[in-house]
């Protein structure tokens, strides 16, 4: 299997010029993921659907987890602590927040400063070398974060090692499901490339592999197509708000003249997704 030509390093520089980019139109709070819709092949949902059915996504997850007020979880990839702090909050549960970007742990921890009563704490730090005990954990949730991951198959080996016996791992990701010589240019340079995300597992090759280490797969869930329509909202979102959204590029020290238009690639990412050259699943097992 060849190496992963991206690395943390790419993907750390990433995310410190994306954070704002993304405020500008996807989530003002920074709660980046995609949305759970009750009927995603529906023609009558609108930009004001998204962040509702993002929000309904967390829900589902929670609901699945078992999480409650004794457990301590592990939230890997937990980005500017929105969802960590969601759950504190739902479940009175401890949560530990690592990720790989500076800008984004310390905007979680100013954010935890302002829940004293919460139990949080946020730390930077790869997925790949989590340094926490063996055990330490009684859950483990992450959302989209795993494709991001220079070394997925380590990542995943390290929620194991700190999941105590029969700790629950809940999480989504995106997967690709065809013969990564199948991907189209257009997939590859406009989906994977952009994204940092070196192809590596289909849905049932994810499953495997989480086995492989020890796991038991409780539930899987094929999402593609909630992660189609969270791509066609998007570029509206995009698209209504581009003046915003180029401004926020330009105070980001990024080059103007690198510039690419969130309405031009997110329907990329929808193509993609309709060819089924991407998709998004869930996953819950158990140590």
């Known amino acids: 299997m060849s190496s992963n030509p991206f690395t943390e390093a790419n993907t750390e520089e990433l995310y410190a010029h994306v954070d704002k980019l993304c405020r500008a139109f996807w989530d003002k709070e920074g709660s980046l993921h995609w949305g759970y819709f009750e009927n995603p092949q529906s023609t009558e949902l609108t930009t004001e659907d998204f962040l509702p059915a993002s929000q309904r996504w967390n829900r589902c997850m929670l609901d699945r987890s078992g999480i409650g007020a004794e457990s301590r979880v592990l939230d890997v990839g937990c980005g500017n602590g929105n969802a960590a702090i969601w759950l504190a909050q739902q479940t009175g549960c401890e949560v530990v927040g690592v990720d790989l970007s500076g800008i984004r742990i310390d905007n979680a921890q100013a954010k935890a400063k302002e829940y ?147 309405t031009f690639s997110y329907q990329k990412v929808a193509e993609a997704i309709k060819a089924r050259e991407l998709g998004w699943f869930f996953y819950l097992c158990q140590k």
């Open 116 to 262: 004293p009563s919460l139990r949080l704490s946020f730390y930077k730090r790869s997925a790949t070398q989590l340094e926490f005990r063996d055990r330490s954990f009684t859950h483990v949730w992450s959302q989209a974060t795993f494709y991001h991951v220079h070394d997925r198959q380590e990542a995943l080996r390290e929620v194991y090692r700190v999941l105590e016996l029969g700790g629950k791992f809940v999480f989504d990701d995106l997967i690709t499901p065809v013969a990564i010589e199948q991907l189209s240019d257009a997939a590859q340079k406009y989906v994977y490339h952009r994204m940092l995300f070196k192809p590596l597992f289909s849905g049932e090759s994810y499953a495997d592999f989480l086995s492989q280490l020890g796991f038991k797969v409780l539930q899987t869930e094929n999402l593609s197509q909630h992660l189609h329509k969270s791509y066609q909202l998007l570029c509206e979102l995009a698209r209504e708000h581009e003046p915003e959204v180029k401004s926020a590029y330009e105070a980001s020290g990024l080059d103007p003249e690198h510039y690419i238009s969130p």
